[in-house]
């Protein structure tokens, strides 16, 4: 059990930074401008950026001592989370991001959250937005279960018990008792570290009252980049903890593999090597996904016209195939330094 928290505990922020220079002042002014009435402090921990982010970091450092700089030499986010929750000091951390925008009442509602639920981590719906054609069609991608495959976080539901959170408004407590972030788990380190709270016997809270806007990447190729490497890491959390991870962290593979089955197939007919006949079963998944990807494009809504449905019909073949690709190769040969540097 966790001891009771105080009506208005002191919060700290804990950001990791990496060539975020048009993402960054505006993610600590949602920080600053949040309405809690307690003692706030930020934490940027700074990773080697070949962009502006250092200046600006520091320009707001200088400006608002509630800010405060440390080194992430390693430029991961889990190293640089930990260096960040190492350096601050009060009693709830709350994980954001520079991509990320907290509504006003984000840690308000949170905090009230963990001390009503007596949870070790709360979190709330990630809404994706986006300002140019793509980006949007990449945030309908994100805001639909057609291309995240669930989650409560990327969606309104009800309040409650969950496997893992988006960010998240956390308990000091219960990241000291299961040792942090682990540094060797590149991406999913939230739902890694989540799973060890639960098995520590915290509880993991969902509340759709907190709502955080998230600006995803801009282009196909920067998307491709991102879900191949969140697949691989997805891959090495199931080899690490088999049936842990929830039966949807598996489809995207699985898809992958019955759609070059259905591609060889289909290349072996058009040459001749094989009869059409019964040989053409082969590409049913291919035709199968192929409805499937037009059943969802018409049921995702916030689409104007023919251009937005392509440009959506697009994200979610990249994500599945990005991420199932991804899967495989992790599977096959772990980790390694799979990083997702589209962000560089």
């Known amino acids: 059990m966790l001891p009771p928290l105080p009506d208005v505990p002191a919060v700290s922020y804990v950001m990791p930074v990496l060539n975020e220079e048009g993402f960054l002042e505006r993610a600590v002014h949602t920080i600053l401008n949040q309405d809690y009435p307690g003692e706030k402090e930020i934490v940027l921990a700074l990773g080697p950026s070949r962009d502006a982010s250092d200046e600006i970091a520091a320009r707001i450092a200088a400006a608002d001592p509630r800010v405060r700089l440390v080194a992430n030499p390693e430029r991961?986010?889990?190293?640089?989370?930990?260096h960040a929750i190492r350096a601050s000091s009060h009693p709830v951390v709350i994980r954001v991001d520079a991509h990320s925008e907290l509504t006003p009442d984000y840690t308000r509602?949170?905090?009230a959250a963990l001390r009503e639920t007596g949870a070790a981590n709360v979190g709330g719906v990630m809404r994706a937005a986006g300002s140019s054609p793509v980006q949007r069609a990449i945030a309908r991608g994100y805001n639909s279960p057609y291309g995240l495959g669930g989650g409560a976080y990327h969606g309104d539901g009800t309040p409650g018990p969950a496997e893992s959170a988006y960010l998240g408004i956390f308990r000091r407590e219960a990241i000291d008792a299961v040792g942090g972030y682990d540094p060797g788990i590149l991406r999913g380190e939230d739902w890694e570290l989540n799973l060890r709270i639960r098995r520590a016997g915290f509880t993991v809270w969902f509340e759709p009252a907190l709502g955080v806007t998230y600006w995803p990447r801009a282009s196909f190729s920067d998307l491709a980049k991102q879900f191949f490497a969140t697949g691989t890491w997805r891959a090495v959390l199931v080899?690490?903890?088999?049936?842990?991870?929830p039966w949807r962290f598996f489809a995207p593979g699985l898809l992958v593999i019955s759609l070059v089955v259905s591609l060889v197939v289909l290349a072996l007919?058009?040459?001749?090597?094989?009869?059409w006949g019964w040989w053409s079963l082969g590409w049913a998944p291919l035709a199968a996904y192929a409805l499937a990807i037009c059943f969802a494009v018409w049921r995702i809504p916030d689409q104007r016209g023919a251009r937005d449905r392509l440009l959506t019909?697009?994200?979610?073949?990249?994500?599945?195939?990005s991420w199932g690709t991804g899967f495989l190769r992790g599977i096959v040969f772990g980790g390694g330094r799979v990083v997702d540097r589209s962000r560089a």
């Not at 991961?76 to 930990?82: E, K, R, S, T, V």
């Not at 019909?313 to 195939?321: D, K, N, S």
């Open 76 to 82: 991961d986010i889990p190293a640089g989370l930990n």
């Open 109 to 111: 509602r949170g905090v």
């Open 239 to 245: 080899r690490k903890y088999g049936r842990a991870n």
């Open 269 to 275: 007919q058009v040459t001749g090597v094989v009869p």
């Open 313 to 321: 019909g697009a994200t979610l073949v990249t994500m599945h195939t």
